[in-house]
T-cell receptor, first 111, second 118 residues
Framework: RKEVEQDPGPFNVPEGATVAFNCTYSNSASQSFFWYRQDCRKEPKLLMSVYSSGNEDGRFTAQLNRASQYISLLIRDSKLSDSATYLCVVIPQGDFNKFYFGSGTKLNVKP | GAVVSQHPSRVICKSGTSVKIECRSLDFQATTMFWYRQFPKKSLMLMATSNEGSKATYEQGVEKDKFLINHASLTLSTLTVTSAHPEDSSFYIC??????????????FGPGTRLTVL
């Protein structure tokens, strides 16, 4: 079983729509979680950390469900510039040198 | 701050040749750097952890004699793909953590090197 799994998509949504992605992880002892954004043929860039209580950054909301072992990313009022692949990252307990990446969910925001 | 560069950004080579990729932390010192490989539509897979002044730690299934890593200074790690073959064609990305910033948990990624082996 993969450490981290994501629906590859693509999610095709119109501008202004709200879209949500989930990411499941297999190691219940995982301690830290992030969402990264990767544009085509570019390096990943940190979008936001995921905190236990859930957190929001502008139009983006991240949530963690430890019981069901998944994290989610909600994007409100989608912009064309949000089109990218969103990678979830899971870090096992005590080891920030181990980043486990999901394969990414592709989002296409259309005018 | 926390900028990581890679060189070259793209390389095309013949099968059997060796290719060296450089990863530099430009505005911070990185005792530890990471090398990832990403195949099309796949996730980034950690290949090895590069430690300044000591041997790299390779992930299971990654051949250390095939992918030579040298981390000779606090700002430079190199990955050499020896005797490259077409199946080594991939996107190679390095990253580093900046322990002097308030974001020590974050990995900062280089722009990647796209390797094509003919």
């Amino acid at each position: 079983r993969k450490e981290v799994e994501q629906d590859p998509g693509p999610f095709n949504v119109p501008e202004g729509a709200t879209v949500a992605f989930n990411c499941t992880y297999s190691n219940s002892a995982s301690q830290s979680f992030f969402w990264y954004r990767q544009d085509c043929r570019k390096e990943p860039k940190l979008l936001m950390s995921v905190y236990s209580s859930g957190n929001e950054d502008g139009r983006f909301t991240a949530q963690l469900n430890r019981a069901s072992q998944y994290i989610s990313l909600l994007i409100r009022d989608s912009k064309l510039s949000d089109s990218a692949t969103y990678l979830c990252v899971v870090i096992p307990q005590g080891d920030f040198n181990k980043f486990y990446f999901g394969s990414g969910t592709k989002l296409n925001v259309k005018p | 701050g926390a900028v990581v560069s890679q060189h070259p950004s793209r390389v095309i080579c013949k099968s059997g040749t060796s290719v060296k990729i450089e990863c530099r932390s430009l505005d911070f010192q990185a005792t530890t750097m990471f090398w990832y490989r990403q195949f099309p539509k796949k996730s980034l897979m950690l290949m090895a952890t590069s430690n300044e002044g000591s041997k790299a730690t390779y992930e299971q299934g990654v051949e250390k004699d095939k992918f030579l890593i040298n981390h000779a200074s606090l700002t430079l790690s190199t990955l050499t793909v020896t005797s490259a073959h077409p199946e080594d064609s991939s996107f190679y990305i390095c990253s580093a953590r900046d322990f002097t910033s308030g974001r020590a948990h974050e990995q900062f990624f280089g722009p990647g090197t796209r390797l094509t082996v003919l």
